[in-house]
Structure formats: structure tokens, C-alpha cells
Nanobody, 124 residues
Framework: VQLQASGGGLVQAGGSLRLSCAAS????????LGWFRQAPGEERRFAAV???????YYSDSVKGRFTISRDNAKNTVYLQMNSLKPEDTAVYYC???????????????????WGQGTQVTVSS
């Protein structure tokens, strides 16, 4: 599957953005999907994941502010980001894999397919 992320940009603290990630392929519903982010000088980290069955998981740093969702008919996964903070500044990557097991769902190593990344910058 190929992934194309979009929706990043520059926003003031407290603002909102919605990221989208469109996927190719006919078996989108069989994939676990995730959003990971990488700030300058840091490793890529889990932000939000949605399983094949629709269960959602969030890192503590985004819980209550971000919402991940999927539209299987449109082969798209979304990340709605509200109440943005300067520390949310990062490149955001979408990821997909159909062979992820629950115990590894939140790890970057579990995902073989990655989008190109979209920059999110939050100014104070």
C-alpha cells in the first residue's frame, strides 16, 4: 500500500489542524493505521493508532486533544488535532500494516508502509 499524507501547516497555539492520509490498495480495511511524529533531533514516536476493528490508542501527550479516525470507503485515515501546543511541532507520518499484532501496535517497527510526512508547526 502507498500512503500520501497532507494537511500540515503553521498554526498558532490553541489552534486546530486536520491531517489526512490517503492510501492505495483494495484491502485498506485490513490495515492497522497510525500517526507517528518526529521532532527535530528526536526519534519518531507514536501519537495515535487505530486498529483494524476501530479501537483507538493515543499517547499521553495527545490524549484528549487529538482524534484518529478512518474512512474505509475512502481509503483514508485522519488525525484531528485540537488545542495545539508548540511541543506538537514535528513532522507527522502516517503508517499502515496488515500484520500488526496488538502487542506491537504502538511501535514504529511494526509498520512496513509509511507516508512521506507532513510538517506541523505550532507557534507560541
Amino acid at each position: 500500500v502507498q500512503l500520501q499524507a497532507s494537511g500540515g501547516g503553521l498554526v498558532q497555539a490553541g489552534g486546530s489542524l486536520r491531517l489526512s492520509c490517503a492510501a492505495s490498495g483494495r484491502t485498506f480495511r485490513n490495515y492497522a493505521l497510525g500517526w507517528f511524529r518526529q521532532a527535530p533531533g528526536e526519534e519518531r514516536r507514536f501519537a495515535a493508532v487505530i486498529s483494524r476493528s476501530g479501537y483507538t490508542y493515543y499517547s499521553d501527550s495527545v490524549k484528549g486533544r487529538f482524534t484518529i479516525s478512518r474512512d474505509n470507503a475512502k481509503n483514508t485515515v485522519y488525525l484531528q488535532m485540537n488545542s495545539l501546543k508548540p511541543e506538537d511541532t514535528a513532522v507527522y507520518y502516517c503508517a499502515a500494516d496488515q500484520n500488526v499484532i496488538t502487542s506491537t501496535l504502538l511501535t514504529t517497527a511494526a509498520y512496513k508502509n509509511w507516508g512521506q510526512g507532513t510538517q506541523v508547526t505550532v507557534s507560541s
